[in-house]
């Protein structure tokens, strides 16, 4: 089940990438044969660039609060199946309330980074804006993967998922709908922007997923 969401994950990363270069393909002149190759690949850098700047908000998100509550941030290889990578970690011994804030903060950045692309864009998915696309696909992408995670308790123990579920005192997967549900009406506004229910009920989930902090 769980590779099954990532591959579900890939292909809307897929189609909103392909719709930049469809978009491109329709708003701007049939170019001469030998320009075709690197505009290409400027949309697609800008797509990647997109997604790296959206990771780097995600993080700047956690180092926001970090520093807030002075919990001395640092950074812990980690690895998953033998894939390595990195987590943010902070000092122990923080109170419930400020290690939910800090586990959440990133999926805030991305849900409030995802609000104001469809507002100020509704109509992003026929735009030629590839790196508007990226940052908005690897948001969609990240909150599918953690939210998988959360669901199977998968993962390195650093996740976000786990640290958050343990400041609610609530089971993981419960988390992983809280942050699955926007993700997934954001995704139908980006295809159906007229889908006012969706536009709403994204933005109840992400208003929910803040004031939880109050528990």
């Keep these: 089940m769980l590779a099954h969401l990532f591959i579900a994950a890939f292909q809307v990363v897929a189609a909103i990438g392909a719709t930049a270069e469809l978009a491109s393909a329709q708003d701007e002149p049939t170019p001469p044969v030998t320009q075709s190759v690197p505009s290409t690949a400027s949309s697609t850098g800008l797509f990647i660039l997109g997604a790296g700047t959206a990771l780097a908000a995600h993080e700047g ?3 926001l609060f970090d520093a ?3 919990a001395h941030p640092g950074v812990m290889k980690v690895s998953y199946n033998g894939i390595p990578f990195f987590a943010i970690t902070h000092d ?3 109170s419930d309330r400020q290690e939910f804030v800090i586990d959440s903060a ?3 950045v991305q849900e409030g980074t995802n609000e104001w692309l469809l507002h100020k864009h509704p109509d992003l ?3 030629h804006q590839p790196y508007l696309k990226g940052a908005f696909a690897f948001n969609v992408l990240a909150s599918v993967v953690y939210a998988g995670a959360a669901f199977f308790r998968t993962g390195p123990p650093e996740r976000d998922t786990r640290g958050m579920a343990a400041s609610l005192g609530w089971k993981e997967p419960y988390v992983g709908l809280l942050i699955l549900a926007p993700a997934i009406l954001d995704a139908v ?3 159906d922007p007229h ?3 969706a536009a709403w009920g994204s933005r109840g989930a992400k208003i929910t997923g803040v004031l939880l902090v109050l528990k």
């Design 189 to 191: 506004r980006y295809y």
């Design 195 to 197: 889908a006012k229910w």
């Design 106 to 108: 990133g999926f805030w």
């Design 68 to 70: 807030i509550f002075d």
């Design 92 to 94: 122990a011994g923080l």
């Design 125 to 127: 998915r026929h735009e």
């Design 61 to 63: 998100g956690h180092l």
